[in-house]
């Protein structure tokens, strides 16, 4: 990416929203957020992270996006996953490990039943998207 | 994700056949009648499971599971449960087979939080600028270069009424100003990310999380008060936070968006990031300030301020992660909704890393304002192990203690000062009935003592006297005398200490004289340690009323002090007992007394 002039910062803001607000509403695709700061990666998140991406495989599904996010803030759970895919609430899994990841696959993802052991809560209020209290 | 309910309804082939879509048009047109739609989502889900009692309808946050409902009910269930906050208990199912674990004080973590500082952390991937430049990302730099002039931006920092989230407090405005006046060709921008309390994390989440929200922060202060250059000076203990940092920089340069002629305005700024070796002391600006030329890290007295006269004798504009990360929103949204928000005394959030015996520990951003019953016991969901509450220590080293009497006061800077303790950088540590008071404070003196940088004597004597003066108590060697040396000694190193870290070591001290005073007394006088964790003043010893003589004890004793035969009552050699308690935890029948 070369530098960028005030209107192709605006254009690329507008299309990344467009993308990034699909994860609100129900598009296509699901995605899996996997909470990485230092205290999620001591927690696991690493080995949670490939066994996403091991599972996905095996199931040979596609249209799910694994991406890495920085600390959720639910320490006494960790590691954490948001996942969201259409039709479903957002969901925050808590105390994941790799066999939680596959039934995380297996139920939300391909049948979506939530995996209700692990739901430890949806993500706050977002004051971006809601311009403030 | 704005819903303040999500409602699940069944679409599971049972429930469907069961009217599961008359009831989902019901709880759409109920929604839209009382004037809700905005707030809920309703959605169709998988099967429950639990078809027996379908259909099923599931109200989130509160995790309420409503069986065998009719479309009749959708008014109801959206006039009580959505808009007036009470459950429907005739349609709830008690034996809720899919609740389990989701706890209703599991689900409560974040309802209280209202997140401006972690706005991202936890949503965006924090190494693909892009995902933060959807997220209103260096919009606030589009404003600052575009649209505002410099003193628009210091005016709109005055109205929001930001306070540094370093501890102190002082306000943000001022100090740009101060810098943005001083005449001087070269100028500063410094971040502060030295985080170095015990059991506080807030900085290197926020820098893992959202480390654009910084860059974009300092560049809007260079831009304001005329720096070209930042400098952020991270503790080298946080090897994720710098990987992120890194990655940010070099992303936003190839974007334009750090170097020169940043967005075609003309005005150029860089960052470079300075690692710290983990001397506490360095977070104290003056001693960071001398570490980043190079010097060793020891305070300076102030006047002049760093905003003046700073790094390599240059105005210097010096601001924590936290208060960094403030600045683009309140430059988007505006002063005026920023001092909305919060109590008269201090506007916005504060971001406090919740730790020790708490059920939910975790990073929590709450409203200046909120008590500390609701952090601890909505958000934190309550001590662990439903021991009784003891007492909360925030602002670290460099803090106090608040009781449970002073639970409901609403924290700000203001509140907590008056309570002897004070707001620090946001590190709360719960205590609950089996912490010693004493050692407790014992350990935060001892960590103010090894951080002196010892410069001052004030600091450096007066820590290290507090400091036996305590070991003394602990040891069961007290004297009534101590707690008033104690006082006098804490009082002098308050006034004469060169910098924060003097002034505020013996706060802990202080205002546990001031609490729990009788658990000073119990040491001193009785020479007793009512919770059982100062070892010279505990003696382990068998109940012979409750001891059946299994032997697990004296199998377990790492030394052999615990003698007796097979069915018969043990005995514990207090000459030979190293008080290590594994007796007393092994022990069944609870026969091992601690006094």
């Known amino acids: 990416m070369a530098k960028m002039t ?66 959720m803030g639910l320490c006494y759970v960790e590691p954490t996953v948001e996942v969201l895919s259409p039709g479903m609430p957002p969901v925050i899994y808590g105390k994941v490990d790799a066999n939680v990841a596959r039934l995380i696959i297996e139920e939300h993802i391909m049948h979506s039943r939530m995996v209700s052991e692990h739901v430890f809560d949806r993500p706050s209020t977002d004051i971006i998207k809601d311009g403030g209290k | 994700m704005a819903f303040r309910n999500y409602i699940l309804v069944c679409g599971g082939t049972a429930c469907e056949s069961s009217k599961a879509d008359a009831i989902y048009e019901a709880l759409m047109a109920e929604c839209n009648a009382q004037g809700v739609s905005e707030e809920v989502q309703i959605v169709k889900t998988g099967c429950f499971g639990f078809c027996e009692q379908g259909p099923i309808v599931k109200i989130l946050p509160e995790d309420s599971f409503y069986v065998q409902v009719k479309p009749e009910d959708a008014q109801e269930l959206i006039a009580e449960h959505v808009v007036k906050g009470r459950e429907v208990k005739r349609l709830l199912y008690s034996k809720d087979p899919v609740k389990r674990h989701a706890k209703v004080e599991d689900i409560k973590f974040y309802q209280k939080q209202y997140r401006i500082v972690l706005r991202n952390c936890g949503f965006i991937d924090p190494e693909n600028i892009e995902e933060y430049i959807a997220r209103e990302g260096y919009a606030a730099l589009e404003k600052v270069l575009f ?49 170095g309390d015990p059991g506080a994390y807030m900085d290197r989440s926020t820098l893992e999380g959202d480390p654009h929200s910084v860059l974009e922060a300092m560049t809007i202060a260079g831009h304001t008060v005329g720096a070209q250059k930042g400098l952020i000076y991270i503790r080298a203990e946080y090897p994720l936070a710098i990987h992120r940092l890194e990655i940010a920089m070099k992303q936003a340069r190839e974007y334009g968006l750090l170097g020169t002629d940043i967005l075609g305005s003309g005005f150029d700024f860089d960052i470079e990031i300075r690692l710290g070796a983990g001397a506490f002391v360095c977070g104290e600006e003056t001693a960071l300030l001398a570490s980043i030329e190079g010097r060793r890290g020891m305070p300076v007295p102030r006047p002049p301020f760093p905003a003046v006269k700073g790094l390599w004798g240059k105005p210097t504009v010096i ?7 403030n600045i683009p929103v309140i430059i988007i949204k505006g002063g005026d909704w920023f001092s909305q928000i919060g109590t008269q005394d201090s506007h916005g959030t504060k971001v406090f890393a919740l730790t020790g015996k708490i059920r939910n520990s975790g990073l929590v951003e709450v409203p200046m304002g909120t008590t500390l019953r609701e952090i601890i016991y909505d958000i934190g969901g309550g001590i662990a192990h439903d021991k009784a509450f003891k007492a909360v220590q925030t602002g670290g080293p460099s803090g106090g203690v608040i009781t449970k009497d ?55 004597i007066g820590g290290r006297s507090l ?74 010893s068998i109940n012979p009323e409750k001891c059946i003589g299994c032997t697990a004890c004296a199998r377990k004793c790492p030394v052999g002090a615990i003698s007796g035969e097979r069915r018969a009552v043990h005995k514990i050699d207090p000459a030979a007992c190293i008080k290590c308690g594994v007796c007393f935890e092994v022990c069944k029948f609870g026969a091992v007394d601690v006094r």
């Open chain 2, 147 to 195: 649209s505002m002039s410099k003193e628009d931006v210091i005016e709109e920092l005055k109205t929001a009424g930001l306070r540094g989230r370093g501890g102190a407090g002082f306000p943000t405005w001022m100090k740009w100003n101060f810098t943005k006046q001083a005449a001087s060709e070269e100028k500063f921008i410094v971040c502060n990310a030295d985080e």
């Open chain 2, 406 to 460: 002073y639970l409901d006061t609403p924290i700000d800077f203001g509140s907590l000062s008056k309570l002897g303790s004070m707001m620090g950088s946001g590190g709360m540590i719960v205590m609950d009935e089996d912490d010693c008071i004493v050692d407790v404070v014992k350990f935060y003196l001892n960590f103010s003592v090894d951080e002196s940088c010892g410069k001052c004597s004030p600091c450096r």
């Open chain 1, 6 to 71: 005030l209107e192709e910062l605006r254009k690329l803001r507008d299309t990344k929203k467009v993308e990034i607000q699909k994860r609100d509403i129900s598009g296509k695709d699901s995605q899996i957020i996997i909470g990485m700061g230092t205290c999620g990666i001591a927690a696991g998140a690493k080995v949670v992270l490939d066994a996403f991406l091991k599972e996905l495989d095996t199931h040979h599904i596609e249209n799910v996006s694994v991406t890495q996010t920085g600390c």
């Open chain 2, 319 to 325: 601001n924590n992660v936290e208060t960094w990360a």
């Open chain 2, 467 to 540: 400091a036996n003066l305590l070991e003394k108590i602990t040891k069961g060697n007290g004297e009534m005398a101590d707690i008033d040396r104690m006082r006098e000694i804490g009082e002098a190193m308050k006034k004469a200490s060169l910098c924060a870290l003097g002034q505020t070591a013996p706060n802990p001290i202080l205002s546990t004289l001031h609490y729990f005073r009788d658990e000073y007394l119990a040491h001193i006088i009785d020479k007793k340690c009512p919770a059982g964790k100062c070892k010279s003043l505990i003696t382990y």
